[in-house]
T-cell receptor, first 116, second 115 residues
Framework: AQSVTQLDSQVPVFEEAPVELRCNYSSSVSVYLFWYVQYPNQGLQLLLKYLSGSTLVKGINGFEAEFNKSQTSFHLRKPSVHISDTAEYFCAVRPPYGGATNKLIFGTGTLLAVQP | DGGITQSPKYLFRKEGQNVTLSCEQNLNHDAMYWYRQDPGQGLRLIYYSQIVNDFQKGDIAEGYSVSREKKESFPLTVTSAQKNPTAFYLC??????????????FGQGTRLTVV
């Protein structure tokens, strides 16, 4: 079975500062990895995904994430945040096709609070 | 435009009443999912369906029921047996295995409040 741990429930940061949101996963098989963003009272929007290949993945809105297999991590980074980045961010994993199910497993989320 | 439509956005019901949340997609996706979101708990899977006329329980299926009579539609019924139904409900869909990216696409959610 897979699981996802987001170590920080809330990350306060000043505008234009860099940020890293941490995500660690546990799985006995290889997985696909995702980061989603959720603005208040809205659904989830895909930021980026890692399926295979290059371990550095670039997404929308200037975000990027690095897959580290040895540390089973998939941390999300942005070099300079904006007020508009304030939202909740979810890390998720999914077994590759051919597994028992194709369902996404989510972490508990990290609230990124950008302050002026 | 293709997407997932959840309705209504806000729903109020009296305790003890069943209520059905609508989810429709025009993305031609085979798989559909229902998640429940509570503050500090992330998203928990209620039910999912990989093909028409077939669905499986997720992690918190008790007190919920679903149907999948059409590929486009996956309604969720919150029954009176659900002990604490007040929550934000999210519907999602994804393409069938091997046909494209494995990511899920989400609707805008329905906030259910039971009084």
């Amino acid at each position: 079975a897979q699981s996802v741990t987001q170590l920080d429930s809330q990350v306060p940061v000043f505008e234009e500062a860099p940020v890293e949101l941490r995500c660690n996963y546990s799985s006995s098989v290889s997985v696909y990895l995702f980061w989603y963003v959720q603005y208040p009272n809205q659904g989830l929007q895909l930021l980026l995904k890692y399926l295979s290949g290059s371990t550095l993945v670039k997404g929308i809105n200037g975000f990027e994430a690095e897959f580290n297999k040895s540390q089973t991590s998939f941390h999300l980074r942005k070099p300079s945040v904006h007020i508009s980045d304030t939202a909740e961010y979810f890390c998720a994993v999914r077994p590759p096709y051919g597994g028992a199910t194709n369902k996404l497993i989510f972490g508990t989320g990290t609230l990124l609070a950008v302050q002026p | 435009d293709g997407g997932i439509t959840q309705s209504p956005k806000y729903l109020f019901r009296k305790e003890g009443q069943n209520v059905t949340l609508s989810c429709e997609q025009n993305l031609n996706h085979d798989a559909m999912y229902w998640y429940r979101q509570d503050p500090g708990q992330g998203l928990r899977l209620i039910y999912y369906s990989q093909i028409v006329n077939d669905f499986q329980k997720g992690d918190i299926a008790e007190g919920y029921s679903v149907s999948r009579e059409k590929k486009e539609s996956f309604p969720l019924t919150v029954t009176s047996a659900q002990k604490n139904p007040t929550a934000f409900y999210l519907c999602a869909s994804s393409i069938r295995p091997g046909a494209g990216g494995p990511e899920a696409f989400f609707g805008q959610g329905t906030r259910l409040t039971v009084v």
